[in-house]
């Protein structure tokens, strides 16, 4: 009950880490968030900590944080200077 039921689709996917996200879509049978690499490839993307996968939210601030996490720290650093 505690894990979360993979479609046959889902199940037959590699796993991946989050970092090769490019894009994520979910699986319109299971609900699960698959991740497309910059090739096309379609991943299940491995949990990157326990407490991010513990929420839908969580898992999504993994994913972005995953593969933006240079540009959203420059940015960052920017406005902070600005300000
Ligand atoms: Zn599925």
Redesign the pocket.
């Known amino acids: 009950m505690s894990t979360i039921t993979?479609?046959a689709?889902?199940e037959s996917l590699p796993e991946r880490s989050p970092g090769q996200v490019v894009k994520t879509i979910r699986?319109p049978?299971?609900k699960?968030d698959l991740g497309v690499s910059s090739a096309g490839d379609k991943f299940r993307v491995a949990a990157a900590g326990s407490a991010a996968a513990s929420s839908g939210h969580g898992a999504l601030i993994a994913v972005v944080a995953g593969f933006g996490a240079a540009a959203v720290f420059a940015g960052g650093v920017l406005l902070a200077m600005m300000w």
């Open positions: 993979l479609c689709f889902c699986c049978l299971c699960t």
